[in-house]
């Protein structure tokens, strides 16, 4: 992993939030040979992340925007928001698609209901709580089909 001050951002996936699904997805965009930068508040976090995790690492609280700046997020190709914090997503999403017009833009989503916020500003979104239930759904589905 390299330091905040060696940040060269071009074209990079960032990165917002490096709890497990955000170490996840670094490490493994990383391991497939992306360029990534990921935000966290906490640098405690950052331990999450494979240790083969080749891209960049920055401590800040992600809905100030002179972190974002300092990430060179108007460089990159995508902007992907996955903290535990619906609001923050929202922010940062918006952020990044209205003032620094970044097109590929994809947010975690905690609370269902909040996802009319995000069709508004035409930003994706990830809602674990659906997709998990999807996911049971169809498992519940197979097993009562097989028995
Ligand atoms: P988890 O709860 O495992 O999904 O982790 C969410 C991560 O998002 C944690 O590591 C938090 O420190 C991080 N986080 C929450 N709010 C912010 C923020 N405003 N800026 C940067 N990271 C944040």
């Given at each position: ?11 990079c996936t960032?990165?917002?939030?490096c709890?497990?699904?955000?170490a996840?997805?670094?490490?493994t965009?990383s391991?497939?040979?992306g360029?990534?930068?990921i935000?966290?508040k ?11 995790y080749?891209?960049i690492?920055l401590?800040?609280d992600a ?6 700046e300092s990430?060179e997020?108007e460089?990159?190709?995508a ?6 914090n619906?609001n923050?997503?929202?922010m ?5 698609k209205?003032?620094?017009n ?8 905690l609370?269902p209901e909040c996802?009319y916020?995000?069709?508004e500003?035409?930003?994706d979104t990830i809602?674990?709580?659906v997709?998990s239930a999807k996911?049971i ?7 009562v089909?097989e028995?």
């Open positions: 992993m390299k330091l905040f001050s060696s940040i060269k951002n071009e074209g960032i990165i917002i939030g709890g497990r699904l955000g996840n997805l670094a490490s965009l391991d497939s040979g360029s990534t930068i935000i966290d906490n640098p405690d976090a950052f331990r999450k992340l494979s240790p083969s080749g891209g690492v401590t800040g809905t100030e925007m002179s972190v974002l990430a997020i460089k990159a190709a902007v992907i928001s996955v903290t535990n619906d923050t997503n929202i940062v999403a918006q952020l990044a209205e003032m620094y970044i097109e590929r833009v994809i947010a975690r989503l609370d996802e916020v995000y069709r500003f035409d930003i809602c674990p709580a997709l996911e759904d169809k498992l519940l589905g197979v097993s089909a028995v």
